[in-house]
């Protein structure tokens, strides 16, 4: 095989969980080859670098090998070479740190409103 659809492999090595969302995420422009948005048809080949924009983080790709199968997480290594740097991946790290509520001290007691806010941040389960 010499090229594939830029989606499809987002999808076959698992960047995305299903292939509509790889094509939203082209479509977004959210995927870029060269700093260009691209479109989900665009075919690519090996040795291309792919940024892949996910939430904060930019993930950054490297095709090694052209697939358009879904494969297994173990054998994404030979399709895909991971080359996002280290400070990306603490930008993420950074996040999960954050805490989700902080009420200042001195504040009092939550209002109503207040504590329905919360209780839609941690549902029971």
Request: one cysteine or more; hydrophobic letters at 40%.
């Amino acid at each position: 095989m010499d090229a594939v659809r830029i989606d499809k492999w987002l999808w076959a090595v698992r960047v995305f969980k299903t292939r509509t969302l790889a094509s939203e995420a082209c479509k977004a422009g959210h995927v870029q080859i060269l700093g260009q948005a691209i479109k989900p048809s665009r075919e690519i080949r090996a040795n291309e670098v792919i940024a892949i924009k996910i939430g904060i983080m930019t993930k950054t790709l490297k095709v090694v090998g052209v697939i358009d199968k879904r494969v297994g997480a173990k054998l994404v290594p030979q399709h895909a070479e991971d080359q996002t740097p280290a400070s990306e991946y603490e930008k993420l790290k950074e996040q999960s740190q954050q805490p989700v509520f902080v009420r200042p001290a001195g504040f009092g007691r939550p209002t109503k409103k207040e504590r329905r806010a919360i209780g839609r941040l941690f549902p029971e389960s």
